[in-house]
């Protein structure tokens, strides 16, 4: 029988793949946007994006959160969740405070030189919010797969 709680898990999980492959394409749509050439169509879609790897993101906090708090609360699990927890909300700040503003400056119409500069930095951020989810997903696996 499907609970409260798996039914948050499944939510939690679609989000942060939801997440994992938009920002996949994030850095592919960056660098076309940074072209001054480029016209409005991707700055759209890589807007488009932008929110909707805001709101994934979001998402798998709280649903992740909400699974958390459902299945017995901080007692429950062991710190490799509370580290995953942490985590997460460190990628969703990623997400507001780098990855939003960086995509900002590549869409808007400035020098060319500001604009690949934060192409690049959008790019380090999705990098390094993919690392995150990386190390995020092995945690919270780590106590179904033991290494001894």
């Keep these: 029988m499907l609970t409260i709680k798996n039914l948050f898990v499944l939510f ?18 960056a660098r076309a946007a940074a072209v001054s050439s480029s016209g409005d169509a991707v700055r759209e879609i890589g807007a488009k994006a932008v929110s909707l790897t805001g709101i994934f993101a979001v998402l798998t906090f709280l649903f992740g959160l909400a699974a958390f708090l459902i299945g017995g609360g901080f007692g429950a699990y062991g710190p490799e969740y509370h580290t995953s927890l ?7 700040g990623i997400q507001f405070f780098v990855i939003r503003p960086a995509w900002g400056t590549v869409a808007a119409d400035g020098d060319e030189e500001t604009r690949q500069a934060a ?30």
């Design 12 to 29: 939690h999980v679609v989000t942060a793949a939801g997440w994992f492959g938009i920002a996949i394409l994030l850095g592919r749509i």
């Design 86 to 92: 942490l985590f997460m909300l460190v990628l969703v």
């Design 119 to 148: 192409r690049k930095r959008l790019a380090m951020s999705v990098g390094a919010g993919h690392l995150i989810w990386l190390f995020v997903l092995v945690l919270m696996l780590a106590r179904y797969y033991p290494v001894m």
